[in-house]
């Protein structure tokens, strides 16, 4: 039962150069902002990420003075410069096209032409308009147009996406889209189904609302491949 690792890196040498272009274009300098696209500055990347966290932690220690809060304090002292690290180094890692996982595929040698999905597969981000989290499921699918993937690779692929600063609609997009660019097909799916502490926590304090979205491409605009799907997502829920 061992499949041929294909590595992008070495027999697909074109393939890679044209899919980190492409995602690269996609998020990267050049890019204007669109619903699809983070809105990043041109400028984005200039800072070393260590840079960033020495610019980040005055900054927040400000706010927190501003709060009224004793910087003294042995408790809040560290906060600023924890914080900065966790946004740069964590939280918002997935900004810096350098950190895209690598993708590796392999030929699809079982012939399996049918829909995997892959389930429940948890994720955290932060809502770009409070900076809170939201979090929850993210469904996805896919039909092989030759090649498969590494399971875990499409658990990497939500994670990359979920380390910016994001809303619900533009993260499900861009994990659909780049899962297109990287099985070399249209025949996609992606559904989230998250809780925002932005409307939980605070402002509606509704606690018991789901937010859900999803991404069809190609085949899966069809009726009957997206029943399908559905149907595997709710299994043993
Ligand atoms: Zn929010």
């Given at each position: 039962m061992k499949q041929k690792e294909t590595l992008l890196t070495t027999p697909l040498k074109e393939e890679k150069m044209e899919l980190s272009h492409l995602i690269i274009e996609e998020m990267g300098d050049e890019h204007k902002a669109s619903s699809v696209e983070t809105p990043l500055r041109n400028d984005a990347f200039d800072k070393t990420d260590d840079e960033k966290v020495a610019a980040i932690e005055p900054h927040f220690k400000a706010i927190m003075e501003i709060l009224g809060l004793d910087l003294n304090d042995d408790s809040l002292k560290g906060t600023p410069l924890r914080v900065a690290k966790m946004y740069v180094k964590e939280l918002f890692q997935g900004l810096n096209p350098a950190n895209m996982p690598s993708m590796t595929l392999f030929e699809n040698k079982f012939q399996y032409n049918e829909m995997l999905v892959e389930k429940n597969i948890n994720f955290y981000t932060n809502c770009e308009h409070h900076f809170v989290p939201f979090f929850g499921k993210a469904h996805v699918a896919y039909i092989s147009s030759g090649k498969v993937i590494g399971l875990s690779k499409l658990n990497r692929l939500v994670e990359y996406f979920s380390k910016r600063p994001q809303v619900q609609e533009r993260l499900t997009m861009q994990i659909g889209k780049a899962l297109q660019t990287i099985m070399q097909t249209q025949d996609v799916a992606v559904m989230m189904d998250a809780k925002h502490l932005c409307v939980s926590s605070r402002?509606?304090?509704?606690?018991s609302s789901n937010t859900i979205t999803s991404f069809f491409g190609g085949q899966f605009q069809d009726e009957k491949v997206k029943l399908q799907f559905l149907k595997y997502i709710e299994i043993n829920d």
């Amino acid at each position: 039962m061992k499949q041929k690792e294909t590595l992008l890196t070495t027999p697909l040498k074109e393939e890679k150069m044209e899919l980190s272009h492409l995602i690269i274009e996609e998020m990267g300098d050049e890019h204007k902002a669109s619903s699809v696209e983070t809105p990043l500055r041109n400028d984005a990347f200039d800072k070393t990420d260590d840079e960033k966290v020495a610019a980040i932690e005055p900054h927040f220690k400000a706010i927190m003075e501003i709060l009224g809060l004793d910087l003294n304090d042995d408790s809040l002292k560290g906060t600023p410069l924890r914080v900065a690290k966790m946004y740069v180094k964590e939280l918002f890692q997935g900004l810096n096209p350098a950190n895209m996982p690598s993708m590796t595929l392999f030929e699809n040698k079982f012939q399996y032409n049918e829909m995997l999905v892959e389930k429940n597969i948890n994720f955290y981000t932060n809502c770009e308009h409070h900076f809170v989290p939201f979090f929850g499921k993210a469904h996805v699918a896919y039909i092989s147009s030759g090649k498969v993937i590494g399971l875990s690779k499409l658990n990497r692929l939500v994670e990359y996406f979920s380390k910016r600063p994001q809303v619900q609609e533009r993260l499900t997009m861009q994990i659909g889209k780049a899962l297109q660019t990287i099985m070399q097909t249209q025949d996609v799916a992606v559904m989230m189904d998250a809780k925002h502490l932005c409307v939980s926590s605070r402002g509606v304090k509704d606690d018991s609302s789901n937010t859900i979205t999803s991404f069809f491409g190609g085949q899966f605009q069809d009726e009957k491949v997206k029943l399908q799907f559905l149907k595997y997502i709710e299994i043993n829920d």
